[in-house]
């Protein structure tokens, strides 16, 4: 079972690049682990570190007045390969729902299967968002999954696509297997109905 997720209310980091790939996400040099643990430390990594070791003042994950669950990128995150570790990045470094207005199609995959949840809004709630995360680095937004709604600190909202399936898997806590399980009362009166 993974954690449920229905609703979080969290302060944002802001990342308003265009175009973020799984390589800008989790460089090819730190994908030797077998396990999902311990990738966040090398998220963004060379973004985050001169030298290797030295972090950039000027780079947002490394400035203390931004935090929280929710990560608003520019449009097109997670392009490039179709690595999952990106995901797993990402998710272990505390992040529960990134925010775009464009997202690669095997990274929002891959997002879902890690319980990380990928909104998807228009360019100009993204702006909006990034405004009023700059003017205030405290305020909150709320995503609501089990309406598919995503709500501003203003009150603006927008409303977010999820595949029915991902969703009761998010909302429940469920893998695939779990989700399966879950089933099971299901399929044996399917099977006592023949």
Known sequence: ????????????????????????????????????????????????YENGTQPKADFVLNDSTYSGKILAAGKNFGCGSSREHAAWAIYDAGFRVVVSSFFADIFKGNALNNSLLSVQVSDAFLARLFELVEADPQSEVVVDLENQKITLPDGTSESFEINAYKKACLINGYD????????????????NKN
């Open 1 to 48: 079972m993974k954690e449920n997720f229905k609703t979080l209310t969290s302060t944002v980091v802001p990342l308003p690049i265009e175009n973020i790939d799984t390589d800008q996400i989790i460089p090819a040099r730190f994908l030797k682990a077998t396990t999902r643990e311990g990738f966040g430390d090398n998220l963004f990594r060379d973004w985050r």
């Open 176 to 191: 695939d297997i779990a989700y399966l399980l879950s089933l099971q009362g299901d399929i044996v009166a399917f099977e």
